[in-house]
Nanobody, 112 residues
Framework: QVQLVESGGGLVQAGGSLRLSCTGS????????IRWYRQAPGKQRELVAY???????NYGDSVKGRFTISRDNAKNTVYLQMSSLKREDTAVYYC??????WGQGTQVTVSS
């Protein structure tokens, strides 16, 4: 059974930084594409970034140049480093596997 646990969210001022973590069990991150999504109140879930088994990365247009996704194979953890945060980055952030598994999410709130 796959379990994903996101952490690292919180309240931060605009322009600040946060690092989110997604740790998995029952799945090997290094051989899977792992995605970060976010969902703001009243909005559809949005793809933020993903990292492939080969280590290639891709980002949504709204976060390019500000967010960085990375992976620690030894810890079976994927990170999302978020910098230059904006109010519009406020959302619940989730990680996702190719098999459709989701974590419980972690709340990120950016204040002005």
């Amino acid at each position: 059974q796959v379990q994903l646990v996101e952490s690292g969210g919180g309240l931060v001022q605009a322009g600040g930084s946060l690092r989110l973590s997604c740790t998995g069990s029952g799945i090997i991150f290094s051989i899977n594409t792992i995605r970060w999504y976010r969902q703001a109140p009243g909005k559809q879930r949005e793809l933020v970034a993903y990292i492939t088994r080969g280590g290639s990365t891709n980002y949504g247009d709204s976060v390019k140049g500000r967010f960085t996704i990375s992976r620690d194979n030894a810890k079976n953890t994927v990170y999302l480093q978020m910098s230059s945060l904006k109010r519009e980055d406020t959302a619940v952030y989730y990680c996702n596997t190719p098999g459709g598994d989701w974590g419980q999410g972690t709340q990120v709130t950016v204040s002005s």
